[in-house]
Every structure is written in structure tokens, then in C-alpha cells.
């Protein structure tokens, strides 16, 4: 199991990487945040697939 | 007819009632996004309200937009249209289901249209598009929509459900008719075609099940329990109505762009590196859905409050066509950053399970293509238009090129 904070989530749509390490400043998002406080109307910002369609990179 | 001639309830501030009927407004041209674009633009405001169709809000901008789509807890989508409701009708499944209960059906569904299953259909679809191009280009005409843009997005969705090709010209027109027919009687008529159709293979492959797509929903079980036949038929009749019409019908507005625009035609043919962003910015300024939902509880939007029980239509070209999300939105910029963050596949938990075929498709048609017919245009003397309910469609359109330059 991936360690908090260092986890990434995958976008199923486009394959679009969120990182907790480096959170997603453009996006007013603090690297080292963690993906449970990742704002729940935060959408991907290559494809505009929500939330809830990423997934844990198990094999990060 | 001005706004204040338009009746309209209580809780509705005059200065947001808008004149606009989204099943009849006018259409400059084949640009119905321009179009819709500048009627709602013509209030400042971001929520409108219009006595039409039953009496509903529009949401005018891509906060909003997003908004309602995003918000499950204040907007349903019970009810996926403005105007009369038949709740006697299954509903489309998991479309009209909030969540929690709409995420069994959509994990069946998304397996099945997966980045990884549809790289193999991204295949078979680009195998398909040229056997078609290279069926009439050296024709010097076709008429894009029956000869191209209804056939190559439908054959592979056929594939994926296992339905046989010969079926293809029935339910092309049946899905016309249940999408865009002209009388709502008419409408109803079709979608109970094609929910029969549908049931009729249900009993098919629960018989003898295959490994296509209708088959692993038959078979599927959710909660431990196999689909029951109501919902099943909504989920057939989503499955029918998804794949046979909407990337057909984008693919129209790409060609009528590309045919009109030969500068960008002439880039995607020298840069074709350009083609996966091109395909993204398409997508964002032709924009073809017409969402809506109703308010499940009284909530604030837009400076004004919408009750519970009101609808309210979430159009998605505004939200690619807003100028504080994307500058000089109305340009098609294949050069523009990021224009893949939009809302033409909808947003929140019911996005479009199938976008990542359907981008794979309208890709594949503009490297296939501009290889073979960089060069084309519409045929003079024709006069194509856009047909419009909740999906907006180009109905014939007639194109042309010299056959001697094709390749």
C-alpha cells in the first residue's frame, strides 16, 4: 500500500497523473497535499474527468 | 417578445427570464454553438430562466455549468431533459440514477470502455475509416454524414455490443427519429423500437450469451442480484442511444469546420503532431449536448435561488465557449493549452463513460482523412442545417474535392 503522501492517482480517462508530492499549484493545489483533501469538485485539468475517476497507482 | 411579457413564477427575478426555446432558436448557419452562444449572452447575468418547455433555468457559463453537474447532492439527474417527463418509461441507466446508486451500473459499463480495451477498437476503428475513404475519394464527393460519419463510430459500437452490421441503416434511423423526431409522439415511438430491439437481444445472449457487451450486462449482477428487466432497458436504450449518435454527430461539425477552414485543414495536413490537440479544441468549440437537471433541494446559484423541483438546462458548448475559461473562445486555436478541460463530455459522476472511444474515433478520422483528401469543400448549391433537440446534429452534408489530389 502506497504511503500517504506520497501516493499518485491516474485520470481513467486520459491517464493524467496527480502526485501528492506535488500537488498541482496552477491549480491553487499545494504540493503535498493529500488526495482526500483535494477539493471533491476538482476535475482533471487535461481532460476534465472528476474526482472520482482517478485511481490509486498501485504499482507507484 | 420582451422578457417582461413572460410570465414566470414567484421566486424568478424579472431581469433573468430569457426568451429562448433550445428545441427552436435560430441557427446562423451550420454554427448552432455560435448561435445558442449569443442569445444567452445577450443577459449579463450567469443563471437565466425561460418560460419554455415547461419552464426552466440556464446555466450560461462554465462555473455554473460545472456546477450543476458536479453537485449530485442539490442537482438529480432523475429527470436528463427539460419539458414533459413519462416516469411510466424506464429510466436510462446509470444516467438517471444519483449516486450511490448509479456506480455498480457504470463500473459494468466503463470496464467495457476502458483506455485499455478501447486501444484495441481504436484499431479495428482505424482499419474501418480508411476502407471507407478509400471506398469514395477518388469519387470526388460524398455525402459525409450517411457515407462516413453514421458508419464508422456505429460499426465499431455494433462490434462492441455484438450487434450484426446489417442492422446498422435500422437503427441509424430509429436513433434519428428517438433523438430528433419531430413530434414528441414520434420521438416515443422510436424509443420504444429501439427498447424492443434491445430486450429482444437481451433474450439472445441470455440464451447464449458472447463476450460482447450486452452479454456481460445480462449477466452481470448487481448487489447479488442479476439487472432486473426495467432498469435493464434503460441501460440498453443509454447503451443504443450514446453509441449510435453522438460521435456521428460531432463528426459532422468537425467536417463542416475543416471543410470551410482551409488554413487549418492545410496545418493539420503539415503538422499532423498537431492532430491530438487539434481533436481536443474541436471538441471544446463544437460542443453538441444539451444537459439538464432537476433541483433536488433549494440552493443558491448564480445570484438567485432555485427550488426544488425547478429544472435547470446545463447546455455544454457554454461552458468551452466562455471567454473567462477560454480566451477568444469562438477561435478554433489547434496551438491553444489545455483546450481538453471542458465540459463536452459532461462533468461530475455521470461524464461520459464513453469519451475515450469517442476521442479515439474523431482522432482517427482526422489522421485518416487529411492523409488521404486534405483538400475538400462544401458542394456548392447545397444548404446542409442543423437539427437540434438535447444533441445537435448536421443532418446531410454534401462535400467535394478535386480527385486528383487525393492520395
Redesign the interface.
Known sequence: MSEAGKRRYLCFYCGTVYDEALGWPDEGIAPGTLWEDVPDDWVCPECAASKADFTLDEDY | MTSAALDHPAHVPADRVIDFDLYDFPVEGLDYQRSMREILQSRPADVLWTPHNGGHWIARTHDTV??VL??SDHFSSRRIMVGPYDDSRPPLVPLQLDPPHHAPYRALL?AAL??KAVGKLGERARELSIELIDGFKHDGHCEFIGQFAQHLPIAIFMEIVGLPASDRPYLTEVAEAAMRGGTEAERNAAGAKLMAYGMAKVAERRANPGTDLISTIVQAEVDGQPIADFPLTGMILLLLLGGLDTVASTLGFYAQFLATHPEHRRLLVEQPELIPNAN?ELLRRFAIAILAREVKADVELGGVTLKAGDMIMAPTPMDGLDEHKFADPLTVDFHRV?P????T?G???H?CVG??LARTELRIFLEEWLKRIPDFAIKPGTNPRVSARSVATITTLELVWDPGSVK
Open positions: 460545472a456546477k458536479a453537485d466503463q476502458s483506455p481536443e489545455k481538453g478541460a471542458n465540459a463530455f462533468g461530475g459522476v461524464r469519451s475515450v
